[in-house]
């Protein structure tokens, strides 16, 4: 046997060093080929079975649909060598060099590509079933519309890998760096994720259910419309990720890294959430049924150094049906297109210095009203916010003092010290911005001559638990037609004024 594979290889090499190029459909199964040098030879449908080809030079070799099931490649230099529709089933890649090489629809199930280089690598539609791919190099690799279940990545590295579509149901990316890479689509039910980089991949319309993604790195991930029900998030890094939509039935999430993430439209029915670090995370728009949550962290840095705890189940489902707080203007007028376009350039104007007002508000014209209305992020900011929004308007100067009035009457008030200090300390910085904003808008009093600011006004504020305060009332207002009776408009009543502000939970 060991003289009839001598030969066969003697022939085929004495052939390439002739120049021979064309080996099509060749059978060299069994045979001993290591080291052999067959760059840019035509190999395709050929017969490699078992065939030993460990350290040999098959760069840009065609490979196309050939048999190369259970043939030995550890260490073999396959550099943007095509292997399209090739079978290379339980084959042993073990260090060898794929480089740009072509496995579109090849099957490698079971292949062994443990430290393989892949690099821009396109192993579209292949078939890797349960392949060993540890500590593989993936940079740039093509695995869209690929199986890869049951297929084990721990330790492998690369960016902007491409994995949309794929099938990685059970794959084992364990301590993977997959920084950037695309899984838009894919499926990685029950796979193992866990401690993998993913920091900027496209997630979106991911199938990530009951997945293990304990500690791994998801920052700055778009996982919009992905399914995560039942997946374990301990401790997982989700900082700035969009999550929009996404789907969190009974997840883990206890002590994860929500940092400025976006869950708008998120569902959390079930899951657990204690210990989560919420800085920055809008409360609103999302889904938050039958939740576990002892405690959260609402630290800038996550450091637990400002940790709020709940007394109950139903004092933490409050607190994550959270609502965006508003200041909402009604103004006894119609907006007319002159009205409308410096109002447009006051906002602006005021956004400019007071960026907590970064939204243009929503404005509804009605017949003979029109309702302006600005969300905002956090429930300290309502006062200073409505002693901007009112600003263009008559009703500037009682609308500020009531506001003003309101801040003052909190030394006085049995609120927790602490919610009153990041009330009154919000409402100083909004004061001066106030008195700023006076000066660069001075040019306003040569726009008296348009009644829409004329008009007279109520402000209503909207907390983030749904509870609203009258903080002024024009007499006037809604008395076109009749004779108002000459009165000044009051403050809110103390005691509601009190459950307003109790009620807050926005506590960055």
Known sequence: MEAEELLKRYELVKKYTEGERDFTGLNLNEANLSRINLSQANLSGASLFVTNLSGANLSEIDLSDANLNVARLSSANLVRAILNGATLNVANLVRSDLTEAQLVGAA????????????????????????????????????????????????????????????????????????????????????????????????????????????????????????????????????????????????????????????IGADLSGSILSGVKLYDVPRFGIKAEEITCEWVDLSANGDNSQIYRFGSAEESKKFFNHRPPT??????????????????????????????????????????????????????????VGCMAILPFNDAVSTQKNLIALARNLQLQSIEKKRIVQLCTAMNEGINKVNELKKILSWLNS?????????????????????????????????????????????????????FIESFYYLN
């Open 447 to 499: 726009e008296q001559k348009i009644n829409f600011f004329q008009a007279p006004t109520q402000t209503i504020l909207n907390n983030s638990s749904e509870q609203t305060l009258s903080v002024h009332l024009n007499p006037k207002f809604g008395k076109k037609l009749l004779s108002a009776h000459p009165h000044k408009a009051t403050l809110p009543n103390s005691s509601k004024f009190v459950d």
């Open 108 to 263: 490698v199930i079971r292949g062994e590509l443990i430290r393989a280089e892949l690099s821009k690598a396109n192993f579209s539609k292949a078939n890797l079933t349960g392949a060993d791919l540890r500590e593989a190099k993936l940079t740039e690799v093509n695995f869209s519309h690929a199986n890869l279940s049951g297929a084990n990545f721990r330790g492998a590295s690369g960016t902007g890998v491409n994995f949309e579509l794929a099938n990685l149901h059970g794959a084992d990316l364990t301590k993977a760096d997959l920084t950037g890479a695309d899984l838009s689509g894919a499926d990685l039910r029950q796979a193992n994720l866990s401690q993998v980089n993913f920091s900027g991949a496209n997630l979106s319309g991911t199938n990530l259910r009951w997945a293990d993604l304990s500690g791994a790195n998801l920052s700055g991930t778009d996982l919009n419309d992905a399914k995560l029900s039942g997946a374990n998030l301990y401790g997982a890094n989700l900082a700035n990720a969009n999550l929009t939509n996404a789907s969190f039935v009974h997840a883990d999430l206890t002590v994860a890294n929500l940092i400025g993430a976006d869950w």
């Open 327 to 384: 200041v909402k203007i009604i103004v006894d007028a119609a907006l007319e297109y002159d009205a409308n376009s410096v109002l447009v350039t006051i906002y602006q104007q005021i956004a400019e210095h007071y960026p907590i007002v970064y939204r243009p508000p929503s404005i509804e014209v009605g017949y003979r009203k029109t309702a302006i209305t600005f969300i905002i992020d956090s429930d300290e900011h309502l006062l200073p």
